[in-house]
């Protein structure tokens, strides 16, 4: 069974969570987040860290996700066997009856994720990202992004 986009996540957001989530990769080097909150209003993004953001690394993020968006990278999905996905991507988030066949979702070639979310053909349609706040536990050692799309 193909797994088809479920989740209604406002598309803009959500298609800026995935560049976020590839700039904090290569930036920081964190794993995608951990868990995250997808709203029209306002979002946010836990990542494995090992401290609290400096307000330039903070600056920085913002600057560099938005490069990104302003790129016009197409969004486009395909479709792999759950083994390629395996070979090629996190699958950790997968629940174990997502099927044999694995959606792709494609920013440009800048991210590739499986993902059942809904996204934006293009990353214009997002404008851009505002970060709100960012907070460390540090007993838990997690790093908690907020953010908005203008």
Known sequence: ????????????????????????????????????HIEKKKSKCDYRF??????NEVKMLEQSVNEVIAKRLDVKESFVSREEAAKRYNVSKLPDD????????????????????????????IGGIT????DFNEQTQILRIRYKVS
Do not use: W
């Not at 986009?5 to 930036?27: C, G, S, V």
């Not at 970060?131 to 960012?134: E, G, L, M, P, V």
């Open 50 to 55: 090992d401290r609290p953001l400096e307000e």
């Open 98 to 125: 997502a099927g044999d066949v694995i959606r792709i979702i494609a920013v440009g070639d800048y991210d590739y994720c499986p993902c059942i979310g809904q996204h934006v053909a293009n990353t214009s349609e």
């Open 131 to 134: 970060i709100i706040s960012t």
């Open 1 to 36: 069974m193909i797994n088809e986009p479920k989740k209604d996540y406002n598309r803009e957001m959500h298609t800026a969570e995935h560049i976020l989530n590839q700039t904090m990769i290569i930036k920081f080097g964190t794993g995608r987040s951990v868990t995250n």
